[in-house]
């Protein structure tokens, strides 16, 4: 499965957080999409990177509705 839009999204943002490594949202973002696809080990990955940012700030993106929903799935 090459996730069609989704799956090029996550291509680009992958690349964009290569470019911004200090800025958590390309990397919020791929994890939404990955998430999405059902890529949990990649979603995880992010996650435990480090690059979302302080505690604070991936609990606030973790409480949008796009992950939440498949986290409550796994």
Known sequence: MNGGVIGN???????????????????YNRACYCSQLGQLDDTRLIWVSGTLGDAKQIK?????ENLKLRYEDG
């Open 9 to 27: 999204a996550k291509v680009v943002l992958k690349e964009a957080a290569k470019l911004f490594p200090v800025k958590p949202m390309a990397q």
């Open 60 to 64: 606030l993106m973790a409480l949008e």
